[in-house]
């Protein structure tokens, strides 16, 4: 998911600006709506109920009682009504350590996820900003460079980096990125995040009007309040589009979390939890749908409350291509 | 809720510590001596993402590339890892199944993206049914997981089925079935679920490009008494063909690296397995960093056409542009 081309993403906003602008009913609509016949729409509803059903069906056993889930299936509640928040209570509450402990977890995403989405931001910014207005031999073999790194997947690093943050980085007992902390985890994310940072950044920053920083220039302004006073501010929609992308990539991330968390309550993320107690206790089907919803109702939330408004920040960087 | 404050104050640490980098960096550059300023500003600004790449990213690929040719105890071993991987029966099996994944989940996501979006293109409601096949993109593919295996979940035949499709079985007077465990036919209920996933997105991009196709043509074809499937294959189709090629490719990418839903729904047991979970098992589960290594520059090796591929492509649409 972390090399979504450019393009990509601008289509994507295209559409929802189409979609905006569909209240005027015109000839051509006419004209379309008589070219898709009923199979069309019968095939549509069809695939519209095979890619709902399964999460639904998820969500309404998350609240039956575990007998329930257990013993029939969930279409059975159009029947027989019978709902609990015992799952949910069950797979969030510390217990000991058979229980989820899922809240924990849950903090733990965040803890990870927040930092990881900040530092990419802010060190992919400063890096486009210079590749879209520094002065200095070698920039384009360097920013083309840069971005040829989203080839490598990052698969290609694990080993080693794991190695370097728990050997190389080491004097004596002092661990410059400690284990058992959110360290690590920020550090890898922010270095594989970076490529597609710079380049998305770098195309959007490289739009601002180039009067605008002559114009501070001449003033007097160095790089650094160029950055924080005129940059910043103005590539603000293309901060926030890349920052709900990169938080929707972190918080779903399982393999960077395996590798380098530990796997404990301390810093595991929720994604690695559940991934957990599916392996060790797959048929504990009240606990798993009551977590899978869990894990899932932030980026729902994200994604459903904030798409028009990075699908329109990246439009804004889009514009030229 | 102790728990929660040792971690809201780790973030708060790791935040002030990248603020406190940061804040100095800028001190830096400001106070530079006028002559060489640019070029320490220049270096200050790109120097932390840089030296993340060179460190973590860089450098690692290529000391993965190296141990590739290494043992479990790091001795040279030339290229064992490599026959291994196109000798033994178990990792021929992981090859065997990537290849089925690359070649049925881009063309399968793609076809029901496209079918999809030019169902409901112009269609009442539009936009809800959009958003109902585009969710599966925000749900992490652990959490699919789980949404999949339930419906896959299997009873015996006595008793009461509480995975959908099983039910679906009986409902025509079939037997239930181990959707997971039965080779090979378990590969292909693994990759539903990635087609799952992948269709949203297919369907977003590609719904933008047919929206974007000039009403003349459209109108042209049909003056001229096209049918609707005629209309497709000749006006459509070669219009979108640079959007359809970018989904291809894009799928294909993320196809190759998938990890996660392998992981959590059989951990690759049962002749499940592809490339990037045969990677992290031999090199963390399985004490073979070696043959790990060899299994990430493979996917690499994989990756990398269809990247060029891509790249070129964009290159020559901007030209054209």
Sequence with gaps: ?321 | MEDFADKGLQVVIGLAIFAAIIGLIMLVVDRAPKSGREKLQVAGFLAPALILLAVGLVFPALQTSYLSLTNGNGDFVGLDNFVWMFTQPEALVTLRNTLIWVVLVPLLASSIGLAYAVFIDRARGEKALKALVFMPMAISFVGAGVIWRFVYAYKGPEQDQIGLLNQVLVWFGQEPKQFLLDAPENTFFLIAVMIWIQTGFAMVVLSAAIKGIPTEIVEAARLDGASAWQQFRNVTIPTIRGSLIVVVTTITIGTLKVFDIVRTMTAGQYETSVVANEMYTQAFRAGEPGRGAALALVLFLMVLPVVVYNARLLRKQKEIR
């Design chain 1, 1 to 321: 998911m972390s090399t979504v081309p450019l393009d990509n993403q601008k289509e994507l906003l295209r559409d929802v600006d189409d979609d905006a602008s569909q209240g005027n009913p015109t000839m051509q609509t006419r004209v379309r709506q008589r070219l898709t016949s009923r199979g069309a729409t019968a095939a549509a509803i069809i695939i519209a109920v095979i890619w709902t059903v399964p999460t639904f069906g998820l969500l309404v056993s998350s609240f039956r009682p575990e007998d329930n889930i257990k013993g029939n299936g969930w279409w059975n509640v159009f029947t027989d009504r019978q709902f609990t928040l015992e799952n949910y209570a069950d797979v969030l509450s510390p217990g000991g350590s058979q229980s989820p402990n899922l809240l924990s977890y849950f903090v733990n995403s965040l803890a990870i996820v927040i930092p990881g989405t900040i530092f990419t931001l802010v060190l992919g910014s400063m890096a486009a900003y210079m590749f879209a207005w520094g002065r200095f031999r070698g920039k384009d073999s360097l920013f083309i460079f840069v971005f040829a790194l989203q080839i490598v997947p990052l698969q290609m690093a694990l080993i080693p980096l794991l190695q370097l943050f728990t050997q190389v980085l080491k004097f004596g007992d002092f661990q410059v990125l400690p284990s058992g902390t959110y360290a690590q985890l920020w550090v890898a994310h922010t270095i594989f995040g970076l490529p597609l940072a710079i380049f998305l950044l770098h195309n959007f920053i490289a739009e601002i009007p180039g009067e605008v920083i002559e114009a501070a220039r001449v003033d007097g302004a160095g790089h650094s309040t160029i950055f924080w006073r005129i940059i910043v501010p103005l590539a603000t929609p293309a901060l926030a589009s890349f920052g709900i992308f990169q938080f929707l990539w972190l918080w779903n991330d399982l393999l960077v979390a395996l590798v380098f968390s530990g796997g404990g309550a301390d810093v595991a993320p929720i994604t690695q939890r559940l991934a957990e107690i599916q392996g060790s206790r797959g048929g504990e089907w009240q606990r798993l749908t009551a977590g899978a919803f869990v894990s899932i109702i932030v980026p729902l939330a994200v994604f459903f409350g904030l798409q028009r408004y990075f699908v329109r920040g990246l439009l804004a960087g889009g514009l030229k291509g």
